[in-house]
């Protein structure tokens, strides 16, 4: 078990805040790491009766392109993980579900960050009008059969780490025939 000897934050944001960590182990003696400290983010996984997903395409800066995904952000402070899906969901595409199953919670990058995501399948869904955050308001929307996007993955097409994720357990979950 490693103990931490001193933390001093380098950055704070309104998203994350970075510090600069010196901890010390049984084995390895004094070490530092710098660590970007996330209050977590979720996923909304939208899938129809007709078996298509619902995915949004935006422009996404550190990757340099536009990217399909899985709707999703950051939880705010006092949500839960699945109200922030909720959330989401209303934001980027307007829809409301009735049903959700929570997939997966993972780290997507545990070497240098905190962010803990959750995943939720959302089911019967009730359209309505989108609530874009600043940003948001030019998102491409578009339906998706499943063995679509599994496509779109295995050609690279679809880049995005949550949204492989969250196809991944689909497909675990209706079956290989896709």
């Known amino acids: 078990m490693k103990k931490l000897l001193s ?21 390895e ?5 710098i660590v970007v400290e996330h209050g977590g983010s979720t996923v909304a996984l939208p899938l129809d009766e007709q078996q298509r997903v ?26 839960t993980a699945l109200q922030g899906a909720k959330r989401e969901l ?9 049903k959700w199953r ?9 070497g240098f960050q905190q962010e ?21 308001e030019n998102l491409v929307r578009q339906w998706f059969p499943i063995a ?8 690279g097409k679809i880049q995005d780490g949550k949204t492989i994720i969250g196809m991944y357990f689909l497909l675990s979950l209706t079956g290989p025939e896709l």
Do not use: C
């Open 29 to 33: 003696g004094k070490m530092r790491r």
């Open 148 to 155: 679509t996007v599994h496509q779109m993955i295995q050609q």
């Open 90 to 98: 209303i934001e980027e595409t307007g829809f409301r579900a009735r």
């Open 116 to 136: 803990k995501m959750s995943i939720f399948l959302a089911q019967d869904l009730i359209p309505g009008e989108a609530k874009p955050d600043h940003g948001e």
């Open 54 to 79: 619902l995915l949004v395409r935006q422009y996404r800066y550190p990757a340099l392109r536009s990217l399909w995904e899985l709707p999703a952000g950051k939880i705010d402070p006092g949500e």
């Open 7 to 27: 933390r001093k934050v380098i950055l704070e944001t309104p998203i994350f805040t970075v510090s600069d960590n010196w901890l010390v182990a049984p084995r």
């Open 102 to 110: 929570r997939l997966t919670t993972y780290y997507p990058s545990p």
